[in-house]
């Protein structure tokens, strides 16, 4: 036995383990087996989270207005204490009116569709790996949110609840490469499937006939079809058509109507019952 | 070695609520640095291969965490460009501003390969388009790279100081 060959022999066990570890811990991830064990690991991690956003909120607030800084600097030398007061009070303002316009946001979307119960909830973290979005929110199942909830802005639809712990929630956007909804246009009633993980953050609406004529300014919606979604949320306009004679359908490049950069508050639709369509994939008699 | 792991959890831990809580706030291109993937590649590095496969493989845990990705997928991407780069760097001469800026290009180079492949793999969806939508984010791990790295070489001075015999 060579005694110089150990530390090269323990160097590749280390690597062995490690890589056996990740990958047998991925699987029982993908298997659906370390849910309960991470939720409560994920739990107190989401507190933290919740701490460390509203810091960042204060911070990314204060870098984006220094204009504004400035403006209010020159105002204060001329008007001194009384434009202080002023502004002191036009910022509460401002504070008000970003609640009730919030508010007014949330109000309309529940009177557009009164029969969906709705869920507010506030944006906390985002998806760590780049090459997925998802977002985090501060809503988990003690509030009554559950895999497959639809999720919305009040400007349209966000995405979907991919899972959940006891006070947090991860959303998969549309905006993700596995995304695929069903989706309607506005004016010329063609349907088609909108995919996500185009360049930009646009989503592609495919297999649309070429028997409709698609314009560009078209408002695209959920179609309701295949049951994930409710008929009739907002998704985005579209921006560019892509039409050729010898394809056998056309495809449509869609804007979605949600800034998901600014993203702050979301409205998880809580009674929407997602359509069980497992039962068609398995034969009668099973 | 030991010392070093514990170090490493508390770490990754912060640098993950980081990297999901704060750093999306301010996006560069879109894209937010990697701090927990060059803080394990600089550790590796400094520190050798096992050291560096075992931050990498907390960092990555830690990352998934904040996921919807499949636990684990990014601990195998990490440690597998911790493993090119560490087997690249013996073959290159040594220099503390050149060689991390190189290894983070080709670091991150392989950890989007095998992280799409991976995934791809477990089910998830990834594409040659999702590749070339990623490759700013090599330039901007490489532009990170450096105050990171003396960062870390800061750290592993402190935590393991070198002997001097007089």
């Given at each position: 036995m060579n005694l110089n060959d150990a530390p090269q022999r323990i160097r590749w066990l280390t690597v062995a383990i490690l890589v056996g570890l990740a990958v047998i811990i991925s699987i029982l991830d993908a298997t659906g087996n370390l849910d309960a064990a991470f939720g409560v690991l994920r739990d107190p991690l989401t507190a933290v989270l919740r701490i460390t956003s509203g810091g960042a909120d204060t911070v990314a607030g204060a870098l984006s207005g220094p204009r504004d800084l400035e403006a209010a600097r020159a105002e204060i030398a001329v008007l001194q204490a009384q434009v202080d007061d002023l502004e002191r009070e036009n910022e509460e303002l401002r504070e008000i009116q970003g609640e009730y316009q919030l508010l007014l946001d949330l109000f309309n979307r529940a009177r557009q569709t009164p029969e969906y119960t709705r869920q507010t909830a506030s944006v906390i973290g985002r998806d760590t790996s780049p090459a997925i979005d998802s977002i985090i929110i501060d809503k988990g199942s003690d509030d009554g949110v559950r895999v497959g909830m639809p999720v919305e802005s009040a400007r349209g639809l966000v995405g979907r609840v991919f899972r959940t712990t006891g006070r947090s929630a991860q959303v998969a956007l549309?905006?993700?490469?596995a995304s695929a909804i069903p989706a309607r246009l506005g004016n010329s009633r063609a349907t088609g499937l909108l995919r996500g993980g185009e360049l930009g953050g646009s989503l592609l609406m495919d297999?649309?006939?070429?028997k409709y004529q698609v314009e560009v300014g078209e408002v695209a919606l959920t179609s309701?079809?295949?049951?994930e979604f409710p008929q009739g949320i907002v998704i985005g306009r579209v921006i560019e058509v892509n039409r050729s004679e010898a394809e056998l359908s056309q495809q449509a490049l869609v804007q979605p109507a949600t800034d998901f950069d600014s993203l702050e508050v979301v409205f998880v639709i809580t009674d929407f019952q997602p359509l069980d369509v497992d039962i068609f994939s398995n034969p009668p008699g099973n | 070695m030991r010392l070093g792991i514990y170090v490493a959890i508390p770490v990754m831990l912060v640098l993950a609520v980081l990297q999901t809580a704060v750093l999306p706030r301010f996006p560069i291109l879109g894209l937010v640095p990697q701090l927990s993937f060059l803080v394990a590649l600089s550790w590796g590095l400094l520190r050798g291969l096992e050291e560096g496969l075992v931050w990498g493989f907390i960092a990555g845990l830690t990352l998934d965490l904040f996921s919807?990705?499949?636990?684990g997928a990014t601990a195998v991407a990490y440690m597998a460009a911790i493993l090119v780069v560490s087997g690249l760097v013996r073959a290159l001469p040594e220099n503390r501003f050149f060689i991390p800026v190189l290894m983070a290009v080709v670091g991150s180079a392989v950890y989007l390969f095998v992280y799409l492949l991976f995934v791809r793999l477990l089910g998830f969806a990834s594409s040659v388009e999702t590749a070339v939508t990623l490759a700013p984010l090599i330039v901007l791990n490489a532009g990170f790279m450096l105050p990171v790295y003396w960062l870390i070489y800061w750290l592993d001075r402190l935590i393991h100081p070198r002997r001097v015999e007089l």
């Open positions: 549309i905006t993700d490469n297999w649309i006939d070429l309701g079809l295949g049951g | 919807i990705g499949p636990l």
